[in-house]
Nanobody, 125 residues
Framework: QVQLVESGGGLVQPGGSLTLSCAAS????????IAWFRQAPGKERERVSR????????DYADSVKGRFTISRDKAKTTVYLQMNSLRLEDTAIYYC??????????????????WGPGTQVTVSS
C-alpha cells in the first residue's frame, strides 16, 4: 500500500516562503495526479494545486496563482509546493493526495484515494 507523507511545514512571517514536499516512501508517483489541499480551522477543505506526475501539467486555485508553484523531481518520487508571498489566510493544514486520473475540470475530491497525514503551515507575525 502506497503511503503519502508531507513535510516542510512550519511557522513563517507574512511575505515569507516555505516549500512543502510530498513523497511516497521512495516509490514512483507516476502515473498519479498529485494534489495539494488545505484546511484551516473552522473552514472547509480547499483545493490548492495539482500536478500530473506523467506530463507535469499543473493547475492552481485562484487564491494561490502567481504565489505558489507545484513541481516534481526528475525521479518522479516527490512533489513540491513552493509557497511564496505567504499571507495570514494561507494558514492551514496542508495535505497531499493522489488520484489515478487527471481529469478536466478538477475531479471530485473523492477521486483522490491516497492521502497524507498533513503538515501544518502557520503564517503569523
Amino acid at each position: 500500500q502506497v503511503q503519502l507523507v508531507e513535510s516542510g511545514g512550519g511557522l513563517v512571517q507574512p511575505g515569507g516562503s516555505l516549500t512543502l514536499s510530498c513523497a511516497a516512501s521512495g516509490r514512483s508517483l507516476d502515473p498519479y495526479a498529485i494534489a495539494w489541499f488545505r484546511q484551516a480551522p473552522g473552514k472547509e477543505r480547499e483545493r490548492v494545486s495539482r500536478i500530473s506526475v506523467s506530463d507535469s501539467a499543473t493547475d492552481y486555485a485562484d487564491s494561490v496563482k502567481g504565489r505558489f508553484t507545484i513541481s516534481r523531481d526528475k525521479a518522479k518520487t516527490t512533489v513540491y509546493l513552493q509557497m511564496n508571498s505567504l499571507r495570514l489566510e494561507d494558514t492551514a493544514i496542508y495535505y497531499c493526495a493522489a488520484a489515478e486520473l487527471w481529469g478536466a475540470p478538477w475531479p471530485p475530491d473523492n477521486k483522490y484515494n491516497l492521502w497524507g497525514p498533513g503538515t501544518q503551515v502557520t503564517v503569523s507575525s
